[in-house]
């Protein structure tokens, strides 16, 4: 794992090298593999740098875009992930609607959705069960609580590890995620975090010693690339 620090002045800062990140790791799949394979992050912190793509003059046609996580809500609901990224980006840009590759939330049966988008992702990139496909970059936010994607602390969707995608629980109520394996597969995973409420969860993932299943954040080490853009308010007393 070859992990980077980078603490930015501000969020309008972690945006512009969000975007930075993304454009260059952008040209050089499509240069490479013929297509580019993101998965976007919830909340709110990625909305800005998802507005900010929605302005590039992109070959969409070679661009997919996936959910690392996604509320169990219709996709109209707004609290849905997809919605959000629509708005901002994705329903601006002229990107064929089968690159879009949505997370199921209708079947009224949270494991049944995230089986059906396991399979939906598996015949994407011909990958067989049990073998952990590549996207190209994946984002990630984290919570106050360390969490990231819908891996929240002591949950059973840390335990999952066989598959790529899974139900987590916030609260009691349902979300669908990657495990962290799956995301742990992708070539570079950029986490984004702003805000000094991020420090006290940010010095336990970055802590020599701590309970991964406190701090799912801990969890995620890809084999590739570790990106973490902080602003200089979540990343003050951590020393890169
Ligand atoms: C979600 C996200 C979640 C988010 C963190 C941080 O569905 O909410 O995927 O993991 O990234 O909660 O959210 P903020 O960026 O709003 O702090």
Not at 57 to 84: C, Q, T
């Amino acid at each position: 794992m070859n992990k980077t620090v980078e603490i930015l002045p501000d969020l309008p800062a972690l945006v512009a090298r969000g975007l930075d990140l993304i454009l260059s790791k952008l040209a050089t799949a499509i240069q490479e593999r013929g297509q580019f394979s993101i998965a976007l992050s919830g909340g709110s912190t990625p909305k800005p740098l998802y507005e900010a793509i929605g302005n590039q003059n992109l070959p969409w046609d070679k661009i997919h875009v996936f959910w690392g996580d996604e509320r169990y809500v219709p996709a109209d609901h707004p609290d849905s992930n997809e919605l959000m990224a629509r708005r901002a980006w994705l329903d601006r840009v002229a990107i064929p609607a089968a690159n879009i590759h949505a997370v199921p939330t209708l079947s009224g049966n949270p494991t049944v959705d995230a089986a059906e988008h396991e399979k939906h992702l598996q015949a994407f990139f011909g990958s067989a069960p049990g073998k952990f496909p590549q996207l190209d970059v994946v984002l990630l936010g984290m919570g106050d609580d360390a969490h990231t994607a819908s891996l929240f602390p002591h949950t059973e969707a840390l335990s999952v590890s066989d598959r790529l995608v899974t139900v987590g629980n916030k609260d009691g109520n349902p979300r669908i995620t990657f495990t962290y394996p799956f995301i742990n597969a992708a070539r570079s995973v950029i986490f984004l975090a702003a805000g000094a409420n991020k420090r006290p969860a940010l010095a336990q993932v970055f802590a020599p010693a701590a309970d991964d299943f406190a701090y799912p954040s801990r969890l995620i080490k890809p084999q590739g690339e570790l990106i973490w853009l902080l602003d200089q308010a979540a990343g003050l007393e951590l020393k890169p």
